[in-house]
């Protein structure tokens, strides 16, 4: 017989509690296998493809594309036995067993698969017979029936006050209402004849009488008509960020630098690179460059890349550096990380950083890799944008923005000449960074960036 089984939206990441249903890819009556994708979804992080758990038959869809659909709800109903034979259906209450003989011979097959085994074994030929009760009262004879008397006339209702037609003139219009609202249309100089009654029979009430006197809205300006707006749900990756954003700007105290550099030689140092063997095919950008230096420098200030347990109160410092790059994506703000960052050379940074904007782009970044930060670098600098006051990414104590690459007059030598300047901006959680602590660590990424040399000596 078929075999029902409902697979429910699963926890896709530590601590999610719900999921949107973005494309079915299946339908009922489809056959499906075990790990073929049947569905995808966007959570709190990012879109996931959920295969299916086992082989069978969708029998139905539990939740709508668009839907947000919280986690251990069942999204979708897979018969895993569509194959299965009907099991023979259960002996009818009160009916006794029959002999075998007169269904058939033990050992052979009886209607609906079963095997005769036991004498007596099926129905039983003829009506089985109900026993009397032992209970059953004595017939007694009959005695005359006596009748009721009847019962006592029920109070008079008060009769509905009388709905009051005017006398008009022969073929003329008579509005039905009551004295009350007749009088209240009187005294505010409405026509009963020229309302419509919204009363059982069209009566005229005074909620009508009311309405007819009361003034019309005004028109909603045309910058306000539903044809010029658009409303779209907050939901998925605009929620999660925007909460997210909300508790870090009003939980941790932050405080913003700001720092111009001339990255001339850093701009040198990468035409000169792109030539070399190992870098062709590599899109080796300046944000690989930053990256570089952002894992350099948090190895002299270590308090930037340690995290604020609110809980334990303590500060959690830490020996790696999973690096955090804000990307913006056609469904909002995701930040994926590059793990283990300051493990990687400036060639394995470029190519990471690569891979991780084309996912993120395509909206295929894994859950895992959107959690455990440590520190994020946000590139405004590929709007055009020269600088900003970014937000701490929750559980991280250090932001970088990096702002766009400009030629600008700067000062060499007692000269005025034009240079590659960028402006840069750190935030930072005041509780664990001081401000010594983050104008070092600023001052330490504009100095690889202006000098690429500097990284020997660290």
């Known amino acids: 017989m078929p075999q029902y089984k409902q697979f429910a939206m699963p926890d896709t990441a530590e601590g999610l509690t719900e999921a949107e249903i973005l494309t079915w890819h299946v339908k009922p009556g489809d056959a499906v296998k075990v790990n073929q994708i049947i569905v995808e979804i966007e959570t709190a992080k990012a879109a996931v493809e959920l295969p299916c758990p086992w082989d069978g038959v969708v029998t139905e869809l539990l939740a709508e594309v668009g839907q947000t659909v919280e986690v251990g709800v069942p999204i979708i109903t897979i018969d895993v036995d569509p194959s299965g034979a009907a099991p ?46 032992k209970d059953a009262p004595v017939p007694v004879a009959a005695t005359p029936a006596v009748t009721p008397p009847p019962p006592p006339p029920a109070a008079p209702k008060p009769a509905p006050a009388p709905v009051v037609a005017e006398p008009v003139a022969p073929g ?102 792109k030539d070399r063997p190992e870098f062709r095919g590599v899109k080796l950008t300046p944000l690989a460059f930053a990256a570089k230096a952002v894992t350099l ?28 790059i804000a990307a913006a994506t056609p469904r909002g703000l995701v930040v994926p990380k590059v793990r283990d960052a300051d493990r990687m050379s400036l060639r394995e940074l470029a190519v990471a950083l690569e891979s991780l904007a084309t996912t993120a782009r395509e909206g295929k970044t894994p859950p895992a890799d959107m959690v455990n930060g440590t520190i994020t670098i946000t590139n405004v600098g590929v709007f055009g944008v020269d600088t900003g006051t970014p937000i701490i990414n929750p559980g991280e104590s250090a932001i970088l923005a990096l702002g766009a690459i400009r030629d600008m007059p700067w000062v060499v030598d007692g000269q005025v000449v034009p240079r590659k300047v960028c402006q840069l901006s750190l935030s930072f959680d005041h509780r664990v960074v001081d401000g010594q602590q983050g104008s070092q660590f600023l001052a330490d990424v504009g100095a690889l960036l202006a000098d690429p040399g500097v990284a020997m000596t660290y």
């Not at 002299?300 to 303590?314: F, G, M």
Request: aromatic fraction near 4%; glycine fraction near 10%.
């Open 172 to 273: 003329g219009y008579v509005p039905l209402a009551k004295p009350p609202v007749r009088k209240l249309a009187k005294d505010l100089g409405v026509d009963l004849r020229a309302l419509a009654g919204s009363g059982p029979g069209g009566v005229i009430t005074r909620e009508d009488v009311e309405q007819a006197v009361a003034p019309a809205p005004a028109a909603p300006a045309a910058a306000d008509r539903g044809a010029r707006e658009r409303r779209v749900p907050i939901k998925g990756v605009r929620r999660a960020t925007a909460q997210a954003m909300v508790d870090s700007a009003f939980t941790a105290p932050h405080v913003t630098e700001f720092l111009a550099v001339d990255v001339t030689p850093m701009m040198e140092l990468r035409a000169r690179l």
């Open 88 to 133: 023979a259906p259960a002996p009818v209450a009160g009916s006794a067993p029959a002999s075998a003989g007169s269904n058939g011979k033990i050992g052979e097959e009886m209607p609906g698969g079963r095997i005769a085994t036991l004498v007596g074994y099926g129905p039983r030929a003829g009506s089985a017979k109900r026993r009397p009760r």
């Open 297 to 324: 420098a948090v190895r002299r200030t270590p308090d930037v890349n340690a995290t604020w347990d609110e809980a334990a109160q303590e500060i959690v410092y830490k020996d790696y550096v999973h690096l955090g």
